[in-house]
């Protein structure tokens, strides 16, 4: 098992359920894409991940809150989106509700 900090995300790398393989989470929520045999290579892509979503602002219509450093966000009332402080859900069902009102 492979651990680490990343930008202030914590990473860990796991065997999977199926023989052979290996699961990674970012923030204790498991991530499914990144699946294969090797920690190492399982480690970079959670890295290459956040470094592309640190791209832009927090966005709740495209990532989870595990992605983002803690603290960093609160969560929308109507679910679990991430918020940037200070700012308006970007979700597309919050939006929508916030236009019907």
Known sequence: ????????RKLRVKKGKDE???VGSVNGTPVTWPIGRDEA??????RAQIDWIDRE????ARWGAEW????????????PH???LGGE???PYCIRKREES
């Open 1 to 8: 098992m492979l651990t680490e900090t990343y930008k202030g």
């Open 20 to 22: 052979g393989t290996l």
């Open 41 to 46: 290579r399982v480690i970079t892509e959670l």
């Open 57 to 60: 602002p927090v966005n709740g």
């Open 68 to 79: 983002y450093v803690p603290g960093t966000y609160t969560l929308c009332a109507e679910g």
């Open 82 to 84: 991430p918020v940037a």
């Open 89 to 91: 859900c970007q979700h």
